[in-house]
């Protein structure tokens, strides 16, 4: 358990003021049937048979992983338990996702945000069988993708999802997401990964809480002038300038940023991926 800056370290900082009294940690392993693997079309083969695409997003042959998201942080994360030279990146081309504007309590965020991740990881197979440059089959063990939110309060009852802020107003929507929802206040982070084999699928949400300081204008005004909310779930970077605010938190430090490296390393062992450790393909 991680925990930084409390005031008392024998207080647990729980999630209760996000109506929960357990942080949501589930995981699913299922087989090519439920979850289309690396071996399976995306295009209407019932078959299951062996997919002979070729990978168009890779580099060079000796890749071995494929990470399906645009996202720099996630790729160093990832690096950071194989190796760069093991990686290469084939984000979705289709950035649109669905909204959680109409989610509003844990079940219909849970669902919506493995919604998302399964769009992600389709979107992503079809892209690897419709290159031509590199054989699938042979020069990919795992495709890796994930998508982060904030979960804050946004009410008695009611739970409110903050992405990305809008590229043309993230500051307006950032100053009202540090003003309302974050500001002296506990919030949640969620991570959902998927793994996805030439045999199998796992996915897993992982939550870590995170309490910011009360925040004045001018903190602030600081903040927004760094520049550093674009881009970012919940505008702000834990890694980053945003540090200063972190009061303490609750969970996998890396989770916040993107991607769960502890628990993403445990699917990809049990999984059965090679290159775990070793930094070479």
């Not at 990919?140 to 739970?159: F, H, K, N, Y």
Request: glycine share 8%.
């Amino acid at each position: 358990m991680l925990r930084r800056g409390s005031e008392d370290p024998a207080e647990p900082l729980t999630p209760e003021s996000l109506l929960s009294a357990e942080a949501f940690d589930s995981q699913i392993v299922v087989n090519v049937d439920g979850c289309p693997s690396l071996c399976c079309t995306v295009s209407g083969d019932r078959n299951n048979t062996p997919l002979q695409s070729r990978v168009g997003c890779m580099q060079s042959s000796s890749h071995q992983i494929v990470l399906g998201s645009r996202s720099p942080r996630r790729l160093d994360l990832l690096a950071s338990i194989v190796g760069r030279d093991c990686i290469a990146v084939c984000a979705p081309t289709d950035a649109r996702e669905q909204g959680f504007a109409d989610c509003h309590d844990r079940d219909s965020i849970s669902h919506r945000l493995s919604d998302v991740v399964d769009a992600k990881r389709r979107t992503v197979i079809a892209q690897i069988e419709a290159s031509r440059e590199h054989d699938l089959a042979s020069q990919t063990s795992a495709l890796v993708v994930a998508d982060t939110i904030v979960v804050v309060r946004a009410g008695e009852s009611e739970l409110l999802v903050l992405g990305q802020p809008d590229a043309d107003q993230w500051k307006s929507n950032v100053r009202q997401w540090m003003q309302r929802h974050l500001s002296g206040q506990v919030h949640e982070v969620w991570t959902r990964y998927a793994v996805v084999t030439a045999t199998a699928c796992s996915s897993r949400t992982v939550t870590t809480c995170v309490e910011m300081e009360p925040l004045t204008e001018q903190m602030i005004d600081w903040y927004l002038a760094t520049g550093e909310s674009v881009g970012k779930a919940g505008g702000y970077a834990i890694q980053g300038h945003a540090s200063a605010f972190i009061r303490r938190f609750d969970g996998s430090i890396t989770n916040v940023i993107g991607l769960p490296v502890y628990e993403l390393a445990g699917t990809m062992r049990e999984l059965g991926v090679p290159g775990i450790w070793h930094h070479d393909c």
